[in-house]
Nanobody, 121 residues
Framework: QLQASGGGLVQAGGSLRLSCVAS????????MGWFRQAPGKERESVAG????????YYADSVKGRFTCSRDNAKNTVYLQMNSLKPEDTAVYYC????????????????WGQGTQVTVSS
């Protein structure tokens, strides 16, 4: 199970840190990803991180503003979001991949319930 938290309402230019806690002993062997879905839009990949934390991926729209990290001792993956923009408003989901943190929803095997991020202008 994946439990995402940390969403909320923030003004443009502000910051939020999302957390995703995983249950189970295999977390440290799973690649992780963050996706988001805005109203009326497809769910899109935002960031991904390898099981070791040594490799990361960011969508062009968030590169330089978002940072994905993980703490395997705490079974937790984070998404630090800085310089937030109104277009970042969406429900954010964390997901776990058995094989590789790709950019497609089909690459992921387990999903969290989502946390709402709203950025006001």
């Amino acid at each position: 199970q994946l439990q995402a938290s940390g969403g909320g309402l923030v003004q443009a230019g502000g910051s939020l840190r999302l957390s995703c806690v995983a249950s189970g002993r295999t977390f440290s062997r799973l690649d992780m990803g963050w996706f988001r879905q805005a109203p009326g839009k497809e769910r899109e990949s935002v960031a991904g991180i390898s099981w070791s934390g040594g490799s990361t991926y960011y969508a062009d729209s968030v590169k330089g503003r978002f940072t994905c990290s993980r703490d395997n001792a705490k079974n937790t993956v984070y998404l630090q979001m800085n310089s937030l923009k109104p277009e970042d408003t969406a429900v954010y989901y964390c997901a776990a991949a058995v094989r590789y943190f790709g950019t497609s929803r089909d690459d992921y095997n387990y999903w969290g319930q989502g946390t709402q991020v709203t950025v006001s202008s």
